[in-house]
């Protein structure tokens, strides 16, 4: 088992950067990739951001490509996501994920509970 906890979420207005954190406990965190989602209102969960295990291979979806940077520091069983030029539609729940990387989320066997993100225009 797995349990994952997010934080660093907020309020901000659009242009300005956002780090969130994902910490891990349970079983061995070296063994997963992980993975971030997000799910604004009305919307479905999409991927964000990927990360293998190693640290050494990373995969983004277009819509943050070039704006944000998934990040790992296995000492710290911890994974980030450094969120900068943000804009008003990134607004959404970010949630944290540990499985396989890929950008699908049935890829992914534990979840965090999320942290909102909100970009104000």
């Known amino acids: 088992q797995v349990q994952l906890v997010e934080s660093g979420g907020g309020l901000v207005q659009a242009g300005a950067s956002l780090r969130l954190s994902c910490a891990a406990s349970g079983r061995t965190f070296t063994s997963y990739a992980r993975g971030w989602f997000r799910q604004a209102p009305g919307k479905e969960r999409e991927f964000v951001a990927a990360?293998?295990?190693?640290?050494?291979?990373?995969n983004y979806a277009d819509s943050v490509k070039g704006r944000f940077t998934i990040s790992r520091d296995n000492a710290k069983n911890t994974v980030y996501l450094q969120m900068n030029s943000l804009k008003p539609e990134d607004t959404a729940v970010y949630y944290c994920?540990?499985?396989?990387?890929?950008?699908?989320?049935?890829?992914?066997?534990?979840w965090g509970q999320g942290t909102q993100v909100t970009v104000s225009s």
């Open positions: 990360i293998s295990w190693s640290g050494g291979n990373t």
């Open positions: 994920a540990s499985g396989a990387m890929g950008p699908r989320s049935k890829e992914y066997d534990y």
